[in-house]
Each structure stands twice: as structure tokens, then as C-alpha cells.
């Protein structure tokens, strides 16, 4: 016991009411303490971290996302029009500002 224990690092996390209730009731539950669940909860999330699975619902989530919030990302023609326009605005300032 006292090996296992040299061999741990401390981590302070904070919980919102909610999950540190549902937390405790699962604990009490299964006889065991949070912190023993909440390792169980890191050892599973960084298993499944690098799988290939993982990797490939990751990307489906973030295409699903994407797709309920597209992103309007502009040509590279309009782009360019814009900094040109922003370019010719600055110009003129400063020829205002320095009287030419």
C-alpha cells in the first residue's frame, strides 16, 4: 500500500454539483472511493485516446459540428479585394492626416 501510494500524484479538479453528486452515489454504490472512479475515468479516456476508433469518432464529431455551425471562410479572390480595399483606405487617411 504505502509503495502504490509513493508512486501517485496529487491533482486537485473541480467538479460542478452535479457530477460530484452523481460521482459520490457511484462510489458509494460500487463500494469505492471518487478517486478510484476518477482514475478508472482517465485510464479508460487516455486507452481509448489513441485508438484508431477514437481518432475516427473524434473527426465525425467535429464534421457533425461543423455541420451545425458552418464556418463562412471566404475565396482567396475575396480575400484579396478586401486587403486591397483595406490597403487603399489607409492610404487615403494618410494622405488626409499628412495634408497631400
Not at 476508433?53 to 473527426?59: C, D, I, S, T
Request: charged share 40%; aromatic share 8%; proline share 1%.
Amino acid at each position: 500500500m504505502y509503495a502504490a501510494y509513493i508512486m501517485r500524484e496529487r491533482t486537485q479538479i473541480y467538479l460542478d454539483q452535479e457530477q460530484a453528486e452523481r460521482l459520490g452515489v457511484l462510489a458509494r454504490s460500487d463500494g469505492r472511493t471518487k478517486s478510484d472512479l476518477i482514475r478508472e475515468a482517465v485510464d479508460v479516456y487516455l486507452a481509448e485516446a489513441d485508438s484508431e476508433a477514437a481518432r475516427l469518432r473524434r473527426f465525425r464529431e467535429a464534421l457533425a459540428y461543423l455541420a451545425e455551425h458552418p464556418v463562412d471562410i471566404m475565396t482567396s479572390e475575396e480575400y484579396t479585394r478586401r486587403k486591397r480595399e483595406e490597403g487603399r483606405r489607409r492610404e487615403e487617411k494618410l494622405r488626409r492626416w499628412w495634408g497631400r
